[in-house]
């Protein structure tokens, strides 16, 4: 009956967990994207916004593919923003982590995906003697343009580094949550005894990284956050 218990609770095949502040008119697409892809749930930490991200989130909150939790911890430097977001990881894998067979732990600013369009759930389906799976970066930046309102960033920033771009080599993790020990750092997971990671090639399955979004966002938010 216990078997039975825990396997009816697993409502998911595979969620993301991210933690985002501020970010809010750009979450629909984020989020369309990676239901497109196969993400099932959305587990979305809220730090301190004040751009009122529930009123675009109100009909996927209806829907019930996203669950949207206040996260309200004020960070003073890069060592403060990583506990808290590691935290809030931490939180969202005990808490919810036995709803999910697989959790991919994200920033708003990363989509990932299979470039052959495998659906990222058939994808991951193999590697379930693995505690935790990576793909790896590829950087994008503004494309030198502004994206107008209501359209889409992945249809206007085009341009990315070179393929030997030393950023290309930072991975994100795909998870377990039952095999998961701890997180001290946003990229990667410290499993329990016992149990493996497995690192994937670009061509399989990758993240690309709008880390500058569009000029607008470069120079009115990511630079003005970079100098706090």
């Avoid at 216990?2 to 609770?9: H, P, Y």
């Avoid at 590829?138 to 249809?155: A, F, L, Q, R």
């Avoid at 329990?192 to 399989?204: I, N, P, Q, R, V």
Wanted: charged letters at 25%; aromatic letters at 16%; a negative charge.
């Amino acid at each position: 009956m216990c078997i039975m218990s825990a396997l009816s609770a697993q409502q998911y095949e595979l969620s993301i967990c991210t933690i985002f502040r501020d970010d809010a008119k750009y979450l629909p697409e984020w989020i369309d994207f990676h239901r497109s892809q196969g993400v099932d749930h959305f587990y979305l930490y809220d730090n301190l916004s004040n751009d009122h991200p529930e009123d675009l989130l109100r009909h996927y909150l209806r829907g019930g593919s996203v669950t949207l939790i206040d996260w309200p911890y004020e960070s003073n430097a890069q060592e403060d923003w990583n506990k808290i977001q590691c935290d809030s990881y931490m939180h969202c894998v005990k808490k919810y982590g036995h709803k999910t067979k697989w959790m991919a732990f994200l920033d708003t600013d990363e989509f990932l995906f299979c470039p052959n369009k495998t659906d990222l759930r058939a994808f991951l389906k193999p590697y379930r003697e693995f505690g935790s799976v990576s793909a790896y970066w590829m950087m994008y930046g503004t494309s030198h343009c502004y994206v107008p309102d209501g359209e889409k960033i992945v249809d206007y920033l085009v341009w990315r580094a070179k393929d030997d771009n030393h950023a290309h080599k930072t991975m994100k993790t795909i998870a377990q949550p039952k095999y998961i020990a701890n997180m001290v750092n946003p990229h990667f997971v410290i499993l329990k005894a016992g149990y493996e990671h497995h690192s994937f090639e670009h061509a399989d399955i990758r993240i690309n990284h709008y880390w500058s979004r569009d000029l607008e966002f470069f120079y009115n938010v990511k630079l003005p956050r970079r100098e706090k």
